[in-house]
């Protein structure tokens, strides 16, 4: 059978309009995008062909354009249109912070740490800088590593700072393991940070670890 030919709550775009985007399983959502499955198969079949042999998804949404040109039921146009779509993704996401809107829910912030850090294969450690009211004043990518670590040097953070005008920063740093479970290293790191920012007078709020899943924070178990 035909997608079209599906009882209408089971086809993808029907179920999109009226469940919401959150409803799809992520062949759904690709099956959407692809629009077409391989000859003698639908979106959907072609999604899971896709998935089973590449994924999970984000395994499959993480490699470079050129790679996924060589996919069968993607080709060159797909695949160019599908990583714009990922960037327009963290665009529209960066531009919600760098709007200057207040962060009240600390799951913004992590959230726009994972999709600026996740999937690359070094380590990376980046400071949103935020106002009194704990709007974004900046983002920057501070420190660059291996697959092994960092080296994070605590008076770059606060000239950092001071030179933003900061009144309060977040911390965010990727583990290219995959693993976001905080390491003893990453909670000495965060102690240090805090009262080095402290001698300024610059709140320290919270420090995400982003790896797969959820990002995880690190005032959430106590230790900022």
Known sequence: MHIHEWPA???????LLARGSGALSDA??????LGSGLRGEDAVATARRLLGAHGPL???????PKALARLPGLGP??????AAALELGTRHLAAALERGEAIGDPQRAGDYFARRLRGLGHEVFAVLYLDTRHRVVA?????RGTIDGAEVHAR???????????AA????HNHPSGSPEPS???RAVTARLKSALALVEVRLLDHFVVGDGPPCSLAARGWV
């Open 9 to 15: 709550d089971e086809r993808p775009r029907e179920k």
């Open 139 to 143: 983002f920057e990518e501070l420190f």
């Open 156 to 166: 770059e953070v606060v000239r950092q700072a001071l030179a933003h005008n900061a």
């Open 77 to 82: 146009a797909r695949a160019c249109a599908l």
């Open 58 to 64: 984000r395994a499959l949404l993480d490699l470079p």
């Open 184 to 186: 003893a290293a990453d």
């Open 169 to 172: 920063v977040i911390l965010g």
């Open 28 to 33: 759904e959502l690709l099956a959407i995008f």
